[in-house]
């Protein structure tokens, strides 16, 4: 069965969450052919019960800045770019029915539920924001504004470009202390797996975090990838609201 729920194993009844796919449509109102994207959005989003006009997006920049968002932030960015929230990269939210999303194409787009408050977020995690960390950076705020419990947490990955596919230049230097293969004479990076350690380093349990495994340059059919179509490459969504 194709998966675009990536908490569904979880069996949550009162949150939506879905990543979408190239079948979708672009997603994004600055990058690929942006002429559908409100009409591909609606669509998507409605499926899942979610008003595209009150959709929270951001200005992405592969930073580590979280924002905590409410109703008032609502529709920041559902209907035009520039009215997106600048310099984040991720949201938090523990109000019901304030959607908040990412946009992705190669990058890792982190799900995180704490059924107890409850509250969710979306993170945007490529390997700049991944080597700075903004998954910590989530749980420590969520930690710090909800009282979350880290080993609670629940947590989904969305498609990105995989371990098979994400070479990097051969003079590649990071602060990673793991997760840098090298195959064949070449440096690949598994941006999931830092994710994933990095989230059990606060706390997190192994068995709470879903990871789907879709990479987005070998399943280029299926989803935008940076990598593979350059500038022309239209975005997919990752999104999160509490019901
Ligand atoms: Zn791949």
């Not at 009150?54 to 109703?71: D, F, M, R």
């Not at 408050?117 to 903004?134: D, M, Q, S, Y």
Request: aromatic share 10%; with cysteine; proline share 3%.
């Amino acid at each position: 069965m194709q998966i675009n729920n990536p908490l569904e194993k979880f069996g949550l009844k009162d949150v939506a969450c879905a990543f979408s796919r190239r079948q979708d449509g672009n997603m994004s109102l600055c990058y690929g052919d942006t002429r559908g994207a409100l009409e591909n959005r609606k669509r998507f989003l409605s499926a899942i019960g979610i008003d595209y006009r009150g959709l929270i997006c951001a200005k992405q920049v592969h930073g580590k800045a979280v924002t905590y968002v409410t109703e008032s932030n609502k529709g920041s960015g559902a209907l035009a770019y520039d009215s997106s929230i600048s310099d984040t990269d991720g949201f938090l939210t523990d109000k019901k029915n304030v959607p908040v999303a990412v946009l992705t194409a190669d990058c890792l787009s982190v799900f995180v539920y704490d059924p107890k408050r409850p509250a969710v977020g979306i993170l945007h995690a490529g390997w700049r924001g991944t080597e700075k960390n903004i998954c910590v950076e989530a749980i420590r705020l969520m930690q710090e504004k909800f009282g979350s419990r880290p080993d609670r947490l629940l947590v989904g990955f969305g498609p990105s470009i995989r371990v098979c596919c994400c070479k990097m230049e051969n003079d590649f230097k990071s602060n990673f202390p793991f997760g840098l293969i090298n195959r064949d004479g070449s440096l690949y990076l598994d941006i999931a797996l830092i994710n994933t350690r990095q989230l059990v380093a606060c706390g997190v349990k192994e068995g709470n975090i879903f990871d789907p495994e879709l990479c987005t340059f070998s399943g280029n059919k299926d989803f935008f990838s940076f990598r593979k179509e350059a500038q022309g490459a239209g975005r997919m969504i990752s999104v999160i609201m509490l019901r």
